[in-house]
């Protein structure tokens, strides 16, 4: 019995030792923030852990943009043991990054910057480290999952091994709030828990660095705007690359903030059709969601480009572009959308940049939706947005929304740790099971006409 023991210990230590080595020869390591403990985590996991993921990093050049991009990959746990089977893809696109407004960028250093976007955790590491949807997809993939119960008790555990490894901020609920707030209190409300729950198709879930492009080309055609030297997938920058976009003396814009956006995205849903390891492993059923920004994105890009994807969902998404027109705002806030969408003059006052009025309402989702003659609310689309949102450009936006197509409130309103229903990470962390259903439920019928 001890000898065939010490047989069984030491061919499970060979097995985990091949996986191990399998998973790490996949991905990339990543070349900024591959000392962060949560990436570590994800992308490299240890034997000891309880959960593991198989999160992959990835670097393409863009032509588009004339620079290299990262994005995340989020796996099937039985990619690699079932090399035949073929999966659905979900792309989902971040928001604005508030750090990129320049008060963080005076210092004008790759070292600082690099340290900066580590710290923060914006662009692509939001939806992997702020809304941890690496962890709530794994939960609802798996086929043991019987009851919502089990999601529920399922979450918890991985969210408490999460924040072992630093994956959970000090200000954070508890791993069981969390997974409350997921179940209890949005995917599965005022119902039992003992209800048979049915586990998400299994899908490859796509992370894309969106910079503040507003996943759209810039009117003007810049490729890259600000125009940077440093061509590199990590997002430093050399010494006087920074852009003083105001008469205030600390307001930078980054290097490469924005550019051919619209234009970047749609070659990277080429890239990954194209490219091993994802070539022959995805079917041509395609989600495509945000938050915020990415909400607009993932609208407008789902509206304007409906033969490419098949289900589309938006989390505080600006929908009604054409309310951001008080160019003052505008200057202070969201620096970028002056120049995507018209002309941001430098060192003036807001009055002299202007707007392209034809630009904004080329890419506007209510007009590219009343363009299509949608009048109902379609299967394929879903959006809901928070009832403490900041910006009435949110708030109105999703209301006019609603109006066109004759829908009820789809505001979310306070509930226990769902970050107050605020335009923040811990609301749209709590939402995060209803949207991965909602292209889960679509992909599961199969093409849709539209």
């Known amino acids: 019995m001890k000898a065939k023991g010490r047989y069984l210990f030491w061919l499970s230590g060979i097995c985990c030792l091949f996986f191990l080595t399998v998973f790490e020869a996949f991905g990339l390591d990543h070349p900024c923030c591959n000392e962060d403990p949560e990436l570590f985590y ?6 000891s852990q309880r959960f593991q993921y198989l999160v992959r990093y990835d670097i393409f050049f863009s032509t588009a943009l004339g620079k290299e991009k990262g994005f995340f990959a989020i796996l099937p746990e039985d990619f690699y043991q079932n090399p035949k089977a073929r999966y659905p893809i979900l792309f989902l696109l971040h928001g604005y990054n508030f750090y990129r407004r320049g008060l963080w960028w005076k210092v004008q250093s790759p070292e600082k910057t690099r340290k900066v976007l580590c710290e923060v955790k914006e662009e692509e590491y939001h939806w992997l480290l702020h809304e941890d949807i690496a962890v709530i997809a794994y939960a609802m993939m798996d086929s043991k999952k019987r009851t919502y119960r089990d999601l529920e008790n399922s979450l918890e555990e991985r969210f408490t091994e999460l924040s072992t490894y630093g994956g959970l901020s000090k200000g954070d609920y508890t791993p ?55 061509r590199k997938a990590c997002d430093d920058f050399n010494p006087g690359e920074a852009f003083n976009y105001s008469l205030l003396p600390f307001l930078y814009m980054k290097p490469g903030a924005l550019g051919r956006h619209e234009s970047y ?5 080429q890239y990954i059709d194209s490219r091993p390891p994802y070539q022959e492993r995805v079917l041509r059923r395609r989600g495509l969601g945000g938050i915020s920004m990415g909400g607009f994105g993932a609208m407008k890009l789902g509206l304007k480009y409906s033969h490419l994807f098949q289900s ?6 600006l929908l009604n572009i054409e309310l951001l027109k008080n160019k003052w705002i505008l200057k202070m806030m969201l620096p970028e959308f002056l120049e995507v969408f018209g002309r941001l003059e430098s060192r003036g006052l807001p009055s002299v940049s202007s707007l392209n009025v034809e630009h904004i309402y080329a890419n506007n989702p209510l007009t590219l ?12 689309i879903y959006f809901d947005y928070g009832e403490k949102e900041a910006l009435s450009w949110i708030v109105e936006g999703n209301q006019n929304f609603e109006g066109a197509l004759k829908e009820k409130s789809h505001q979310i309103p306070i509930q226990p740790f769902n970050g107050k229903a605020e335009h923040n990470y811990q609301f749209w962390r709590s939402r995060s099971g209803n949207i991965l259903k909602h292209h889960s439920d679509v992909f599961g019928q199969g093409l849709l006409e539209k």
């Open 42 to 47: 994800l992308l490299s996991p240890k034997s």
């Open 176 to 230: 069981k709030g969390i997974a409350q707030s997921i179940v209890s209190h949005n995917l599965h409300p005022t119902r039992n828990l003992s209800d048979s729950f049915h586990p998400l198709e299994k899908m490859i879930i796509v992370l894309p660095d969106g910079d503040n492009g507003f996943y759209t080309d810039e009117n003007e055609g810049r490729r890259l705007f600000p125009e940077t030297i440093d």
């Open 265 to 269: 995205f749609l070659e990277l849903v």
């Open 312 to 317: 589309v969902s938006s989390q505080s998404g």
């Open 369 to 380: 939706m009343k363009k299509r003659e949608i009048s109902q609310l379609p299967q394929w």
